[in-house]
């Protein structure tokens, strides 16, 4: 079982930044992946970026200039550091870890971000 806790989100300003943070927590072998989906209103959710185990990362296009994913082993954390926020990305974003072997999956509770004037 793996627990996750998301942190960081709150009112920013367009043009601002914020730094997402994720811990993970419990009992596994191992993490095959992490990563930040997001999900507006009236939206579906999306994949915004994910990090493998051998440190692979992919962000997805539209926040790729703007966007990066990091992992920190030490502290059992994950990082989606957000600069130059939009109001389209405002969303309520959440942490996913996918387990190697079956490959079960994990869900934080999520963490809303605003970006708003």
């Given at each position: 079982?793996?627990?996750?806790?998301?942190?960081?989100?709150?009112?920013?300003?367009p043009g601002g930044s914020l730094r997402l943070?994720?811990?993970?927590?419990?009992?596994?072998?191992?993490?095959?992946?992490?990563?930040?989906?997001r999900q507006a209103p009236g939206k579906q959710?999306?994949?915004?970026?994910?990090?493998?185990?051998?440190?692979?990362?992919?962000?997805?296009?539209?926040?790729?200039?703007?966007?990066?994913?990091?992992?920190?082993?030490?502290?059992?954390t994950v990082s989606l550091h957000m600069n130059?926020?939009?109001?389209?990305?405002?969303?309520?974003?959440?942490?996913?870890?996918?387990?190697?072997?079956?490959?079960?999956?994990?869900?934080?509770?999520?963490?809303?971000?605003?970006?708003?004037?």
């Amino acid at each position: 079982q793996v627990q996750l806790v998301e942190s960081g989100g709150g009112l920013v300003q367009p043009g601002g930044s914020l730094r997402l943070s994720c811990a993970f927590s419990g009992s596994f072998f191992s993490i095959y992946a992490l990563a930040w989906y997001r999900q507006a209103p009236g939206k579906q959710r999306e994949l915004v970026a994910s990090i493998t185990s051998g440190g692979t990362t992919d962000v997805a296009d539209s926040v790729k200039a703007r966007f990066t994913i990091s992992r920190e082993n030490r502290e059992n954390t994950v990082s989606l550091h957000m600069n130059s926020l939009k109001p389209e990305d405002t969303a309520v974003y959440y942490c996913n870890a996918r387990l190697g072997g079956a490959g079960n999956v994990y869900w934080g509770q999520g963490t809303q971000v605003t970006v708003s004037s």
